[in-house]
């Protein structure tokens, strides 16, 4: 997901010299001292403002250079690791283009505390115009202003507190017991009797069909044996539309109609609607059916929104698909790197096997509320987020003028908050390279780090709706799949580094062993 927030070549060189047309409106300083002035108050001859020097000469790469690093070096594909070159060579800020990346904890929060009631993370993006060009309502990732407002207000409810997550550790289980059973299945096919093939594909499925059952309270079968077709489509559409989308960004418009990327593109999205609209059809036909006889109409997310009556139609379709996409990469992936952390280090995964029985014995099923007990747990997937953060950078544009490291920052300036560098920062997190949970552990060994310093799921009001839901799910997985199996890596694996394609995935498949615990 997150394609909008992506720093393209062709965002990065805009052949307009002003980056944002920003005059006007009034000037704010940032934290410490935040001041304020309206468009008609004169700024005195000393503030910030008038001494801070202009966007431009923020230090940066040549065009060439940039072009150099990214598509002969590889950088394109390990953008992540990028931030750290740049942060080393240019200090907090730099440049890329008009664009302006942030790699220091207190800017970063400065950036983010002083965000308006709308936080914006771009401005026009490919998400955006598809909707526009098949005259679709935005969904939460892609509205902006009072229409993101309304609908986040709705969509928030049964999923932003932790209480309400817990609604949804019932179906989480259920879809948990038939990874189980598939990953009992998948190896004595074709591994055996103990290997798993590249893990994240499986992951895939998995928490396709978990967050498909929490919204439209349905199994859709992803973990069968064999896939049903329009779910098996949808995943192939969710794939091909990332990797068309790069391409759509990176080249300029009049190509659209002489390359296929762009049909390719917009055909991607109307799978991935149709499915939704589909499901969501489905769903509200059951309900009225109920109301028809006279039952209760019961159910969990989507059944509670659509009889709420507070959103369009159209605003449900978009608005679930996107919630869809949002759920399934960003949770595939983090599961895959936990598992790979642990699956590297034995001792780690027996204190946290250890952990879990002396909570949820012999053939429990963990809960919401024994994982509060799990600090080694849920310290492990912290860590796995720090270290492989999937959204590896944050996006803003602000509203006002501002100024930032003693630079000013028109309003609209597109902003990259480099969070992978900052949770890789040797200062917050000492031998950041790592995987050590303890740091997150209460007591003696853990340092203090920057709050701002590690942020996998953003910030404020505009931060992940899903980040409750996300977390509950990999915890109750992890809890399950660890007290079923011992995890090892396939013989000979190597480091597998992260690739950012969009959100952090591995760049080899991981290939893992499940034997059975006794
Ligand atoms: C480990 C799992 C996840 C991670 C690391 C993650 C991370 C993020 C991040 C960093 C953002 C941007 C926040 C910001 O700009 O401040 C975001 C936004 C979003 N996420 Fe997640 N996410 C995860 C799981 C989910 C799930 C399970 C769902 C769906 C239930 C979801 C739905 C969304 C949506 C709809 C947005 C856009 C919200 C808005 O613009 O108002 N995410 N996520
Ligand atoms: C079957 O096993 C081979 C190696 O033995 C592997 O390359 C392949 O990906 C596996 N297929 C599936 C469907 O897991
Ligand atoms: C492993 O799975 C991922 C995620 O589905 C997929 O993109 C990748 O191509 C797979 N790799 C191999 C070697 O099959």
Redesign the pocket.
């Given at each position: 997901m997150y394609p909008m927030k992506r720093s393209l070549l062709m965002r990065w060189f805009p052949l307009r010299k002003d980056c944002s047309g920003g005059k006007g409106g009034h000037l704010v300083i940032l934290h410490p001292s935040v001041i304020r002035w309206s468009a008609n108050t004169p700024v005195p001859s000393d503030s910030p403002a008038v001494t801070a020097k202009p966007l431009q000469e923020i230090p940066g790469r040549s065009v060439w250079s940039t072009f150099y690093w990214l598509f002969i070096k590889g950088y394109f594909h390990r953008l992540h690791r990028f931030q750290i070159i740049e942060h080393n060579k240019f200090g907090p800020l730099w440049r890329t283009g008009n664009i302006v990346n942030v790699a220091d904890n207190n800017l970063i929060e400065e950036v983010l505390r002083q965000e308006g009631k709308y936080p914006m993370r771009s401005g026009e993006n490919l998400w955006k115009e598809q909707r526009k060009v098949r005259g679709l309502a935005n969904g939460l990732i892609t509205a902006e202003g009072e229409e993101w407002y309304r609908l986040r207000a709705l969509l928030n409810k049964r999923m932003l507190r932790p209480q309400e997550a817990a609604l949804y550790q019932g179906i989480i289980n259920q879809v948990a017991s038939d990874l189980i059973e598939r990953i009992r299945w998948?190896r004595s096919v074709?591994?055996s009797g103990v290997m798993v093939?590249?893990i994240t594909k499986e992951l895939q499925r998995y928490t396709f069909e978990a967050i498909a059952a929490i919204l439209f309270e349905v199994r859709l079968g992803c973990l069968q044996q064999k896939i049903p077709e329009d779910t098996q489509k949808f995943i192939e559409a969710v794939t091909t539309m990332f990797r068309s989308l790069v391409y759509c960004d990176l080249l300029p418009k009049w190509t659209r109609n002489w390359l296929p990327f762009w049909k390719q593109y917009l055909m991607a999205w109307d799978t991935m609607f149709d499915f939704a609209i589909k499901a969501v059809d489905k769903k509200m036909a059951q309900i009225k059916e109920c109301l028809a006889t006279g039952q209760s109409v019961e159910g969990q997310y989507l059944t509670y929104i659509l009889a709420s009556g507070k959103m369009s139609q159209s605003e449900i379709y978009s608005s679930i698909t996107e919630l869809l996409l949002g759920g399934v990469d960003t949770t595939a992936n983090t599961l895959s790197w936990a598992l790979y952390c642990l699956a590297k280090d034995p001792e780690l995964q027996d204190s946290v096997f250890r952990e879990i029985c002396s909570i949820s014995p012999a053939e429990q099923i963990p809960t919401a509320q024994d994982l509060s007990k799990m600090p080694l747990l849920k310290a492990t997937i912290k860590e796995t987020l720090r270290m492989y953060p999937v959204v590896p950078s944050g996006f803003r544009t602000l509203e006002t003028d501002v100024v930032l490291g003693g630079y000013n920052i028109p309003q609209r300036t597109q902003l990259i908050l480099c969070h992978y560098a900052m949770s890789h920062n040797e200062q917050d997190f000492p031998s950041p390279h790592l995987f050590q949970p303890a740091r997150w552990i209460r007591g003696a060994e853990r340092l203090k780090h920057h709050p701002f310093s590690s942020m996998p799921f953003g910030y404020g009001v505009r931060g992940c709706p899903g980040r409750r839901i996300a977390e509950l799910e990999v915890q109750l997985t992890l809890a399950r799949l660890l007290k079923h199996f011992q995890l090892k890596l396939d013989s000979g694996t190597e480091e597998i580094p992260a690739r950012t394609r969009i959100v952090l995935i591995p760049e080899n498949p991981i290939n893992l062993q499940f034997l059975d615990r006794h």
């Open positions: 998948l074709n591994g093939h590249n």
